[in-house]
């Protein structure tokens, strides 16, 4: 099967930066779309960037300016540069990939999500 880890969540001062990571492993044939996506407190979740194979990438409005997402195809990892913090940018960032991939000999295609990091900006 195929599993997403992320990593580099934590506490940080307002304006601060952080850096999240996510790596896919697995019986993994292609990748598509990767992308973070964040559920605050309280709040449903929500998209924050997205990123294509081709390096296309699109943003929520609230982090346009502040958030820069990437990806390095040949590591099946995506990335989330996150500048100029805010209080409300605290929540659980959650990895997601859209990917096919092997299993039983068969392709299958899904969307797959990480566990979750916290990233915490306190007032």
């Known amino acids: 099967q195929v599993q997403l880890v992320e990593s580099g969540g934590g506490l940080v001062q307002p304006g601060g930066s952080l850096r999240l990571s996510c790596t896919a492993s697995?019986?993994?044939?292609?990748?598509?779309?990767m992308g973070w996506y964040r559920q605050p407190p309280g709040k449903q979740r929500e998209l924050v960037a997205t990123?294509?194979?081709?390096?296309?990438?699109n943003y929520a409005d609230s982090v346009k300016g502040r958030f820069t997402i990437s990806r390095v195809n040949a590591k099946n990892t995506v990335y989330l540069q996150m500048n100029s913090l805010k209080p409300e940018d605290t929540a659980v960032y959650y990895c997601?990939?859209?990917?096919?991939?092997?299993?039983?000999?068969?392709?299958?295609?899904?969307?797959?999500w990480g566990q979750g990091t916290q990233v915490t900006v306190p007032s």
């Open positions: 997601n990939a859209d990917l096919t991939y092997y299993s039983d000999g068969s392709r299958y295609t899904d969307d797959c």
């Open positions: 697995g019986s993994i044939f292609r990748i598509n779309a």
């Open positions: 990123v294509t194979s081709g390096g296309s990438t």
